[in-house]
């Protein structure tokens, strides 16, 4: 594997692929491996298609981890029973699984019934918001594929945009594990699944959030760097820029590694030039696109920059705003915007945990098209004025940063392993969601 210098990995199908593959259950041959003998006959008689069979542990360490976070946050909202009296926008509604649906979902649904009616409208007032929010703030790729199935299945619109959530989450823990596989190995790729499961703010992966979309597109789309799939890379790149905003650190992220492949003669002759090239051209015309689209549909060019910083109070103000939080929460005050006093405590934790992650990361010499994509997504969390206690929310994708714990934490035997996990699934029910929905704003 070669490490930053060059952003390529290569053997990527040899040793640890036979590792991954269950070659150790004796299938030389190439014989599918069976299901276990305590499943029902029915089921003993199915085997996986060798392709699928590595994603099964990483798979189902997910899925049961984010049942028991999501129990736990069920049990916490009846006990509590504050979101009966809030508003169904804001954390609220008539059974506890409708506040998956708040806050920015209610945004998300919004648009995948009625579309984008663009318009900047100004508000004759001073103060903090001075444009009128709208919905063309929310990138379209989530709505359009919570439209698409609700046409295709018949589910309504809510039920459609947790099952988008739910799937695209598999296919992210998908690619976090293979991404993290190919740097640190098969269990560490594992556990790292399992770790992005119960990160701090990992509520959002199974609600209508476009979180778990965002990170399924750059977790493949930095494994198709990694693996020398340049026109995957770019295509993947593009369609983030449909999603969200902050596809921008990925769009720069693959461009940089695009842009180093072609500047040094060797990887140049072993990648060639028009897969690097075409990723370069492709990734940012996505977000270009929709941004340029708000501004002709709104009469202004910079619409979209507007109603984000008028509408919504996030703009990049250079870490500003995170140093006066910094400054209020060591002296235990709160004269700031967007305070919220639990989230922040939390996320305030997070922050001064990232100089040790991201020097543990560093000393695992990950590929450049990592590298890029965690530091851009760190300085642009810190550096932009929005909410802070959502600042776990925001850090969610930067998932290399998994990459050293889940190495450190592959060293323990499985009772270690399943005490840590145990704890932080029943935890995550807390930090991850509740502190997210209901006290504060995610």
């Not at 979180?211 to 770019?234: H, K, Q």
């Not at 650190?249 to 090239?277: C, N, Q």
């Not at 915007?337 to 695992?364: E, H, I, N, T």
């Amino acid at each position: 594997m070669e490490t930053a210098a060059g952003d390529t990995v290569t053997g990527a199908s040899g040793g640890a692929h036979d590792e991954d593959t269950g070659a150790h259950a004796g299938s030389a041959g190439g014989r599918r491996t069976p299901w276990p003998a305590w499943l029902p006959a029915r089921l003993r008689g199915m085997s996986l298609p060798p392709a699928a069979r590595p994603f099964l542990a990483p798979l189902a360490l997910y899925g049961v981890l984010k049942l028991v976070g999501l129990a736990v946050f069920a049990a916490l909202l009846e006990y509590a029973g504050d979101y009966h009296d809030k508003n169904p926008r804001f954390g609220g509604g008539a059974h506890w699984w409708d506040v998956l649906g708040t806050w920015d979902g209610w945004w998300y649904l919004r648009v995948a019934e009625h579309g984008y009616q663009p318009a900047l409208v100004r508000l004759e007032t001073e103060g903090l918001f001075t444009v009128r929010q709208n919905s063309v703030a929310f990138f379209p790729l989530y709505p359009s594929l919570i439209r698409m199935v609700s046409e295709a299945t018949g589910l309504g619109l809510y039920g459609s945009g947790i099952l988008v959530s739910v799937l695209c989450s598999f296919v992210a823990a998908a690619g976090v594990y293979s991404v993290v596989k190919l740097v640190a190995g098969v269990r560490a790729g594992t556990i790292a699944a399992g770790l992005w499961a119960v990160a701090p703010g990992a509520g959002v992966e199974w609600a209508v959030y476009s979180e778990s979309l965002f990170v399924a597109i750059a977790a493949w789309a930095c494994y198709a760097v990694m693996t020398r799939r340049w026109v995957a890379a770019g295509l993947l790149a593009f369609l983030a820029g449909l999603n969200r905003p902050t596809s921008a650190v990925l769009i720069g992220a693959v461009g940089l590694a695009a842009l180093v492949t072609l500047a040094r003669p060797a990887s140049r002759r072993e990648h060639g030039v028009r897969g690097p090239v075409y990723a370069m051209l492709v990734a940012p015309l996505g977000l270009l696109s929709y941004i340029a689209w708000v501004g002709w549909s709104t009469g202004e060019a910079t619409a979209y920059f507007t109603l984000q910083r008028e509408g919504w109070a996030h703009f990049f103000d250079y870490g500003a705003y995170t140093l006066d939080v910094l400054r209020n929460l060591a002296v235990g005050r709160h004269d700031y915007v967007f305070a919220f006093a639990v989230p922040d405590l939390l996320s305030l934790q997070l922050v001064l945990a990232l100089p040790f992650l991201v020097a543990l990361m560093l000393r695992k010499r990950p590929p450049l098209v990592l590298v890029a994509y965690t530091l851009a997504t760190i300085v642009t969390v810190l550096g932009t004025q929005q909410m802070f206690g959502n600042t776990m929310r925001y850090l969610l994708p930067a998932f290399p940063l998994l990459i050293a714990p889940a190495a450190a934490l592959g060293r323990l035997r499985l009772p270690g392993l399943t005490v840590f996990f145990t704890t932080a699934a029943l935890a995550s029910g807390w930090y991850a969601h509740y502190v997210l929905f209901e006290l504060g704003v995610p």
